[in-house]
């Protein structure tokens, strides 16, 4: 610690020239966290800032998703109860100018700062609504959005299903509000695929919903080797069957929920080895608003299984882009992997890294050209869906399909749509095959049910059509 000192106080004294030390000290700290574990690192000013918004669940701004359609910012959807629904910004408008400063065309704006702020500042938006000659102007009151982790909760016969995106703070709250919301059901499968994690606090409060009092939800051991256990303090509220979809980009707190769930034999796990990110860090808040995130513990499951996945200290790169861990149907079986067992029917499960499933599904690509791969990966079926809303109005089939039910069984998505995807894909129909045509035509389909029901109705019907592992769990769930 002195010889840095030394050599920073010889710099700032005797260089040749002025140089802030600033950026010199940053970059010393990122240098010395990277020589630690993947998960240690610098956190700047802007960084911390999110953070904080995000580990909230909030953020200060006007309620709107919105793209990047022909170098203009089309509304994609406002928000219930937000700042822009309130005022009457609709789906499709188009926003010109934000406080009178043009962004038409200005692909180096940041959009959301300019749209973001402190909850009470005022905001001017302008706004071009396809049929009105006049451009519209509406002043809004910037709000705080609570941004649901729940994305999706629905019934698929009597099976209940319920997609969580993140472990935000309010998520036990909101997860009792949307299995209620689902009626008399018969099992349960939570969605916990590519949701990276959260808070502590909030896998032990959705692991409590399942489990026993006195049941223990995940231990901690850090340095001093002095071990943490934290505990179900009341009776569960669910004895439903359960079910929980994992991949290999499910990590933290989602691990520490299926492996609690796993460990007491509540449930069935099923999907792909996930991510295996068991460490423990504690964010110190530095004097200039960012922040260092460092490593204090190992999480462990209840039966004593580390989470965390093998690394070599200095070689986070290499952590990062391993995939070998979830390509091979086979990897699952590693013979030098200790073996645990569950503490209520005593099976065995998988430690060394990450939650082994108890039912495996490998990786499935759907059939795509590559031309229409490359579509889906430039948005084009989003740009398609705003030109389609701009020659038809779509909210009058709502009339002619009052029920989501209605439309999904009934509603087919006609030439004119298809012809402007292909347009905009720069592809014929010559170009795809009769897998790639209906492939369209269900995105499609899902995307203009999202506008008329919600985002309920996008999943219900890609998943119909397209998620395997989803399948597979409706199958166990129907025999259970």
């Known amino acids: 610690m002195k010889k840095l000192n030394n050599v920073?106080?010889?710099?700032?004294?005797?260089?040749i020239d002025d140089v802030a030390i600033e950026p010199l000290v940053e970059e010393a700290i990122r240098a010395t966290l990277k020589e630690l574990d993947p998960h240690s690192r610098y956190i700047t000013q802007e960084e911390m800032e999110e953070y904080n918004k995000r580990s909230l669940?909030?953020?200060?701004?006007?309620?709107?998703?919105?793209?990047?359609?022909?170098?203009?910012?089309?509304?994609?959807?406002?928000?219930?109860?937000?700042?822009?629904?309130?005022?009457?910004i609709r789906t499709n408008d188009r926003i010109v100018a934000i406080d009178e400063h043009s962004i038409v065309g200005d692909t180096s704006l940041n959009i959301s700062a300019l749209l973001n702020g402190e909850a009470g500042s005022k905001v001017m938006v302008e706004v071009v609504r396809r049929g009105v000659a006049e451009h519209l102007l509406f002043t809004l009151k910037r709000d705080n959005i609570l941004n649901s982790a729940i994305t999706a909760a629905y019934r698929i016969g009597d099976v209940g299903y319920i997609s969580i995106s993140n472990f935000s703070r309010p998520l036990a709250a909101e997860f009792y509000s949307a299995i209620n919301s689902l009626g008399d059901i018969r099992s349960i499968i939570i969605d916990l695929r590519d949701n990276g994690g959260g808070a502590l606090?909030?896998?032990?409060?959705?692991?409590?919903?399942?489990?026993?009092?006195?049941?223990?939800?995940?231990?901690?051991?850090?340095?001093?080797?002095?071990?943490?256990?934290?505990?179900?303090?009341?009776?569960?509220?669910?004895?439903?069957?359960?079910?929980?979809?994992v991949n290999e980009n499910s990590a933290s707190a989602s691990e520490l929920f299926a492996g609690a769930i796993q460990d007491h034999d509540r449930g069935i796990i099923v999907g792909r080895t996930t991510y295996g990110k068991g460490l423990v860090q504690r964010i110190i808040k530095l004097q200039d608003g960012s922040g260092v995130a460092i490593t204090i513990a190992r999480y462990k499951t209840p039966s004593g299984r580390i989470i965390q996945r093998p690394y070599e200290m200095g070689k986070g790169d290499e952590y990062m882009i391993d995939s070998t861990r979830y390509l091979h149907p086979d990897s699952i079986l590693f013979s030098n992997r200790p073996v645990y067992t569950t503490l209520n029917k005593?099976?065995?499960?998988?430690?060394?890294?990450?939650?082994?499933?108890?039912?495996y599904i490998p990786k499935r690509e759907i059939p795509l050209s590559e031309c229409v791969k490359k579509a889906r990966s430039n948005n084009v079926f989003v740009h398609t869906l705003i030109d389609y809303c701009d020659v038809v109005d779509i909210y009058t089939l709502r009339e002619q399909y009052p029920t989501f039910e209605d439309f999904e069984e009934n509603y087919a998505i006609d030439s004119l749509a298809m012809e402007m995807f292909?347009?905009?894909?720069?592809?014929?129909?010559?170009?795809?095959?009769?897998?790639?045509?209906?492939?369209?035509?269900?995105m499609l389909k899902a995307?203009?049910?999202?506008?008329?029901?919600?985002?309920?109705?996008?999943?219900?019907?890609?998943?119909?059509?397209?998620?395997?592992?989803l399948h597979e769990a409706l199958e166990i769930a129907t025999n259970e």
């Open 8 to 15: 920073y106080s010889f710099i700032n004294d005797n260089y």
């Open 57 to 88: 669940g909030r953020f200060a701004g006007i309620g709107i998703q919105y793209t990047l359609h022909n170098d203009t910012i089309v509304v994609r959807k406002t928000m219930d109860n937000s700042p822009a629904s309130k005022a009457g």
């Open 201 to 245: 606090t909030s896998a032990i409060d959705l692991s409590s919903l399942f489990l026993n009092k006195g049941d223990v939800i995940v231990t901690t051991e850090g340095r001093s080797k002095k071990v943490t256990h934290y505990k179900r303090r009341d009776d569960k509220p669910f004895d439903l069957p359960l079910i929980v979809l």
């Open 346 to 359: 005593g099976r065995k499960v998988y430690g060394g890294g990450g939650i082994t499933p108890d039912i």
């Open 422 to 442: 292909y347009v905009l894909a720069n592809i014929s129909d010559k170009d795809i095959t009769t897998s790639d045509k209906e492939y369209i035509a269900v």
């Open 447 to 469: 995307l203009i049910a999202d506008r008329l029901y919600g985002d309920d109705a996008w999943r219900y019907i890609y998943c119909k059509h397209y998620d395997h592992m």
